[in-house]
């Protein structure tokens, strides 16, 4: 029903900022919840940000505050991830993520996921 799709990911060094992308389909976009979520070696997925539907309360993980905004343009189905003052803490594959639920926190309150783009950060 909806497909996501990340691009952005790469390897930088520490201090250093991308900007993550999810692309989805369809007409309905703005009736989800949109996340992302993070998983690094030998972790467990967790979600490091998230947004409402008109994109007017974003919410973060403690670890990424300040330093990652997330964002959402629903005229064109994106939604955005841009991340600064990267460390090496933040290496992981970053899924985007969308939800039918009003307040997603876990990942089964997910029902759709991109397949992941990988983030790089070593010196």
């Known amino acids: 029903q909806v497909t996501l799709v990340e691009s952005g990911g790469g390897s930088v060094q520490p201090g250093d900022s991308l900007r993550l992308s999810c692309a989805a389909s369809?007409?309905?976009?703005?009736?989800?919840?949109m996340g992302w979520f993070r998983q690094a070696p030998g972790k467990g997925r967790e979600l490091v940000a998230s947004?409402?539907?008109?994109?007017?309360?974003?919410d973060y993980a403690v670890a990424v505050k300040g330093r990652f905004t997330i964002s959402r343009d629903n005229a064109k189905n994106m939604v955005f991830l841009q991340m600064s003052s990267l460390i090496p803490e933040d290496t992981a594959v970053y899924y985007c993520?969308?939800?039918?639920?009003?307040?997603?926190?876990?990942?089964?309150?997910?029902?759709?996921w991109g397949q992941g783009t990988q983030v790089t950060v070593s010196s």
């Open positions: 993520a969308a939800s039918i639920r009003l307040l997603p926190t876990r990942e089964h309150e997910f029902l759709y």
């Open positions: 369809g007409r309905t976009f703005s009736s989800y919840v």
């Open positions: 947004i409402n539907k008109s994109g007017s309360n974003p």
